[in-house]
């Protein structure tokens, strides 16, 4: 017997149909002799929906309340598929974050998980229940519920499954696996039947949307048995591992995010603690930074570039702003949304001179400027324009993966 963790994504369960076929696949799973974990999320667009009022009402709504608002979608998912379950003649028991002793640090909107203690969760699998539990959320230890940000229902699976000692942790979306682009762009896009945890990691953080980054580094720090799968068919998916392809230097990907802005400061002294004193003020607003550029022009002066989530944007150009009058507005502030993020990825190939040639010289041919470059030893990264982001994916796809 196996106890397995299942997470199902928005769309997965958007409506009572997809319910009902998500029920039936949770159930046939247990009745092949496996114990049964399930996170789910929010609805379809549920969790927008609630922001888009939470907007409505006040401009700036106090993080507690946001997190009291949204983890509501969660848990109309969890009672809903619980029913399903039932109606299927399985007994079951659906929990919140809370319920399920998900402890989180004391941040709302982008909590991270401290601890959890899974006995409740333990005790009804031992009775033969499959549990349902809400993704996305957990409390602080003084009980005040939190959400764990973009992508935290990943987060809340793998999580689960390392807490319990699962055997495996399945990841179901809308798509057959990981794909070498996203299969909606890119025509000609092919599944991977595995793939680095590494590979996985720079592809998430890099605009792929199959996994959040967080779960796939807690896969591997705790050698998780990770797969991506579709909740719409019944084929076997991806599987993250340690994938060893030795010294060979392969591109396993390309990816495409859009979701980034990139905030520049401009003509700041030339002085040590500069950098510090911006980005320590970021880092207290929990504001994720990406790429990061320094231009050293003339005057003592420098230019300080880096890229965020337009989630972020409007703390980032606050703080940005404070910085500024910090310094007597000495410098200026410049941003643009209008950017996007084209990425390769593979093992090595930073070591291989050719493979960033043949990227700088597509983008050449294409006639796209590169704002910013970004590399580690499995990813090259370029910042461009986002109407020129379309074009570049898909010719990079085939340059390198046709």
Sequence with gaps: MALIVQKFGGSSVADATCIQRVARKIVDAKRQGNEMIVVVSAMGDTTDILLDLAYSIHPNPNPRELDMLLSTGEQVTIALLAMAIDGLGEPVISFTGGMSGIITEKVHK????????????????????????????????????????????????????????????????????????????????????????????????????VLHPRSVELAQKNKVRLVVRSSFSDN???????????????????????????????????????????????????????????????????????????????????VSQDFLKDLNNKGSLDVKEAVAKISIIGTGITSSAEIASRLFGTLYELGINIDMISTSEIKISCIIDSVNAVRAYEKLHAVFLE
């Design 236 to 318: 076997p998916g991806t599987l993250i591992c340690e994938d060893n392809l030795m010294e060979k230097v392969v591109v396993r990907g390309i990816s495409m995010d859009d979701n980034i802005a990139r905030v520049s400061v401009t003509h700041i002294p030339d002085k040590p603690g500069v950098a510090f004193s911006l980005f320590s003020q970021l880092a207290k607003k929990h504001i994720g930074i990406d790429m990061i550029l320094q231009n050293l022009n003339h005057e003592a002066t420098n230019d300080l570039s880096f890229t965020v989530s337009k989630d972020d944007l409007q703390d980032a150009v606050t």
């Design 110 to 209: 982008k909590a991270r998980i401290q601890s959890i203690q899974p006995k409740r969760i333990l005790e009804a699998i031992s009775t033969g229940k499959i549990v349902i539990v809400a993704g996305f959320q957990g409390v602080t230890d003084e009980g005040n519920i939190t959400t764990l940000g973009r992508g935290g229902s990943d987060t809340t699976a793998v999580a689960l499954a390392v807490a319990t000692q699962a055997d495996q942790c399945e990841i179901f979306t809308d798509v057959d696996g990981v794909f070498t682009a996203d299969p909606r762009c890119v025509a000609r896009a092919k599944k991977l039947e595995t793939i680095h945890y590494d590979e996985m990691l720079e592809m998430a953080k890099l605009g792929a949307g």
